[in-house]
Structure formats: structure tokens, C-alpha cells
């Protein structure tokens, strides 16, 4: 890949070392930009389990020369199946096999998160032009047109031609932007991993699966080659919408699933409950860039994750501004101005689609069993509702 942004060799700072984040060193420094990642974190790690990747991201890992190392620790699924929680009845599936793969250009993968972003580090570490720093919070930004400086906690000070915000949900780098707050859903989350061996009897290993009922859903998939096995509980906390303080306690998790069905009963035991996580998201903004700072990943656009895309999102997005600034005779305004303005409204329509798949997902009453209808009638191979999301697409194109 060249080099063609034709600005001056300062680096480009990437704020939070994130799978967005480290997404967008190595695309940028595989293509010999001098890029200086600062994470505020003392190493570069992940909290949580499993995560799912659609080909719309494995198509960019793949073009990041990284499919080989995640083809050693990734699973790759044989279906993505959605059940009834309350009944455990299949309602629907998505068959991921060799058609699906064919259609995208890249498979659908299942990986733990800790295992991307090693994958993503270590392609970083190849890289010459990247810096890698942990123990960076940043804590203030200030820019000028040529340069932008970030200062850390540790009162060290960072100059470069641009900077990328990658600082999740909570980002300091957005508050130049916007003083929107992320917005909390009142739903919750449970998740983790066990060895499989000890999950065998409740696990469907060749699958993806969701069961999804009234304010709640639960999800399943087999992680690093099948060792592990992970485990997803979710659900809608009256606790919260009570103003209790301790809402969506591990009390309330026992309580809410169980209705659920037998399967999901004996699974529950072996799920994580040390960490829960309240699942927030924020409205799509209309600017990401101000001057020669930008936005990327859950600093951008935190989206509920009921499509399973914030991180494929990040990767996209590290895509697209990889791939602006090595566009010949385009300064860094030019490459910021094109990145987001083929970003916001992707990624707009992929956090309202994720709100409405939730809604779809947890709904109760008639609204409920025409959704069993509908989707019990829905042909396996029908893929109108993905060929948005997954098919291929030029990475600066301007549409949603
Ligand atoms: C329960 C759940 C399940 C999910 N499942 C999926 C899935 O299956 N597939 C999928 O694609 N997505 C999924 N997601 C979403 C996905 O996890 C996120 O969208 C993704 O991790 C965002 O990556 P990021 O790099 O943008 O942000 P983050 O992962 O939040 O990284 C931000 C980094 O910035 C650092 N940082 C923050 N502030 C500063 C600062 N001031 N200075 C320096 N560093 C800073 C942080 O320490 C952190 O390392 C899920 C989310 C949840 C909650």
C-alpha cells in the first residue's frame, strides 16, 4: 500500500489502544504512516468474553493480514440460530457455511476478545512506524491547523498532524464534539466463558445461538478452537427503572431467567456473574471531526450490541480512514472530511437498527408471537436483511 497523504511525517495519535483503536495503527502503519497509540490502561487488554465477527470485519482483517493467526484461535461457526427463550422452539437460522462465505468474501468468526486484540497488538509490534504506549491517559487535546497536541495525566505531551479519538463509550476525545451523555438502556448484561469440557452438555458447539423472549435474551457459542465456551445472559432490569441503586444485580439475573426455558436453567449456572455490564448507547451525531481530530469506533457510534457490530464497526472504520489518507494529493482535512462523511450515516443506520433488533428481540404479547410467526416462516436462505450489513462496499462510499 502507498503512502499518499501528502502531509508531513508527524504522526497520527490514536487515543485508547481498543479494537478500534489498534484496528486503525496497524492499518495506518502497514501503510508507513508514523502512527503513536496512547492507552490509558496499564497493558493493552480486553474485560469480557466472546465476540462475534461478521464478514463486513473479517473482510478487513483479512486484508490486515491477520486471518491466518485468528483462523488458529477463532471458531467459525456452521450456523447463527435464533430460539424462543421461554420454549426453546427454533424460530429461524442463518447458514454460514460455504454459500454464506462465498456471497461475502470472508466467514463469519467467533473469538474471544482478548485473542483479536493480541492478534491486532502483535501485527502493531511488526510495524516500524507504530509507538505503542500504555499507562497514557489522555486527559487533554488542543489543536491548531497544523498540529494537535494531547497531553496525559502524567503531564507527558504528544504532537502530531492528527488525532483519532478510539476512546470508547466514555471518550474524552468526543466531549470537543458534542456534550451528549451515553444514553442507559436499563438492560443488563452477564457474560463469560467456561471450558467446554464442562459445558458439553449444554452446548451447542457448531452454532451460534440466541434465545430471545419477553426483556431478556441469551446467547451461546463456542470460543478459542472449541476449548472454551461462551455465554451471554441479558436482560431488562426493573431495578433500574425503580431508581435502585444496585440494579441488575446477579439476584435479579436469577430471578428475570427464570422463566426461561429448561436448557437455558442448566446453563445459567455455569455463566460469569463477576462483572456485569449496564449496556448503554448514544444518538448518531452529525460531525465526528473537528479540524484534524476525529472519532472512531465506541467513541463515534456506541451502539447496543444486539447486532453484534460495535466492534465490526471499529474495524470498518479503521478501514476507511486507513484508506483516506493514502489516497494520493489529500491532506489530513481533505482524509477526515471523506472518512466521515462515508462513516456517519453507515454507522447511524447500524445503531438504529440495533435499538429495533433489541426491540424485536425482547418484545412481549402479540407483538411476540407475530414475530415467532414471522420469523418461523422466514426462508434460511433469505438474506435481505443482512446483504446491507455484511455485503461488500467501498469503504469511502457516501450512502448508509
Ligand atoms: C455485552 C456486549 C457484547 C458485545 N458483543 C459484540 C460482538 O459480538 N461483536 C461486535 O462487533 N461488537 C460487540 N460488542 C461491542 C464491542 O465490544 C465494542 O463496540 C468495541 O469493543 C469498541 O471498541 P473500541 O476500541 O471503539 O472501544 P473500547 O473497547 O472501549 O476501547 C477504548 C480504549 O480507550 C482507552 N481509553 C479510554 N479513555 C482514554 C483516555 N482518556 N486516554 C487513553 N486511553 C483511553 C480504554 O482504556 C480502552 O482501551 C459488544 C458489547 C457488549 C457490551
Known amino acids: 500500500m502507498g503512502n499518499g497523504n501528502g502531509g508531513s511525517k508527524d504522526p497520527i495519535l490514536i487515543v485508547g489502544g481498543g479494537i478500534g483503536g489498534l484496528a486503525a495503527a496497524l492499518m495506518l502503519s502497514k501503510s508507513g504512516h508514523d502512527v503513536i497509540v496512547l492507552e490509558k490502561a496499564a497493558e493493552f487488554a480486553e474485560i469480557g468474553a466472546g465476540l462475534q465477527l461478521a464478514p463486513n470485519a473479517t473482510r478487513v482483517l483479512t486484508s490486515l493480514d491477520v ?13 447463527l440460530r435464533i430460539k424462543t427463550a421461554l420454549t426453546d422452539e427454533n424460530l429461524t437460522y442463518l447458514d454460514l457455511g460455504d454459500g454464506f462465505i462465498q456471497r461475502y468474501g470472508a466467514p463469519y468468526v467467533v473469538m474471544h476478545r482478548n485473542d483479536l486484540l493480541r492478534i491486532l497488538l502483535e ?16 486527559k487533554t487535546v488542543d489543536s ?23 476512546d470508547g463509550l466514555w471518550s474524552t476525545t468526543r466531549k470537543l464534539l458534542s456534550d451528549d451523555v451515553p444514553i442507559n438502556s436499563g438492560y443488563v448484561s452477564y457474560r463469560g466463558t467456561v471450558p467446554t469440557d464442562r459445558a458439553i452438555a449444554h452446548a451447542p458447539l457448531d452454532e451460534v445461538v440466541a434465545w430471545i423472549g419477553p426483556g431478556l435474551h441469551y446467547v451461546q457459542y463456542p470460543l478459542r478452537s472449541g476449548n472454551l465456551y461462551n455465554q451471554v445472559a441479558v436482560f431488562r432490569s426493573d431495578q433500574y427503572l425503580k431508581g435502585m441503586k444496585d440494579w441488575g444485580n446477579s439476584e ?23 462483572h456485569r455490564w449496564p449496556m ?22 456506541p451502539m447496543l450490541q444486539y447486532l453484534a457490530q460495535g466492534a465490526c464497526q471499529a474495524i470498518e472504520d479503521a478501514f476507511a480512514i486507513g484508506t483516506a489518507f493514502n489516497l494520493e494529493s489529500v491532506d489530513v482535512n481533505k482524509a477526515l472530511t471523506m472518512y466521515e462523511q462515508a462513516r456517519i450515516p453507515r454507522t447511524a443506520r447500524v445503531q438504529r437498527n440495533a435499538r429495533l433488533w433489541g426491540d424485536m428481540w425482547h418484545i412481549d404479547g ?6 415467532d410467526e414471522l420469523f418461523s416462516m422466514r426462508d434460511p436462505d433469505d438474506h435481505s436483511h443482512i446483504e446491507w450489513l455484511y455485503g461488500k462496499r467501498d469503504p469511502l462510499v457516501v450512502s448508509d
Open 144 to 166: 491548531d491547523p497544523d498540529r494537535v497536541v494531547a497531553t496525559c495525566a502524567d503531564g507527558t505531551v504528544y504532537r502530531g498532524k492528527a488525532l483519532i479519538g478510539a
Open 280 to 301: 448503554y448507547d448514544r444518538e448518531p451525531i452529525g460531525r465526528w471531526t473537528i479540524g484534524n481530530i476525529t472519532l472512531l469506533g465506541d467513541a463515534a457510534h
Open 366 to 371: 402479540a407483538g411476540r408471537l407475530m414475530r
Open 252 to 274: 435479579e439475573l436469577e430471578e428475570k431467567l427464570s422463566v426461561t426455558c429448561e436448557h437455558i436453567r442448566k446453563a445459567m449456572p455455569l455463566l460469569g456473574r463477576d
Open 67 to 79: 486471518m491466518d493467526k485468528i483462523h488458529d484461535v477463532g471458531v467459525f461457526p456452521h450456523r
Open 123 to 138: 501485527g502493531c509490534q511488526e510495524q516500524p512506524t507504530a509507538v505503542l504506549l500504555t499507562s497514557k491517559e489522555v
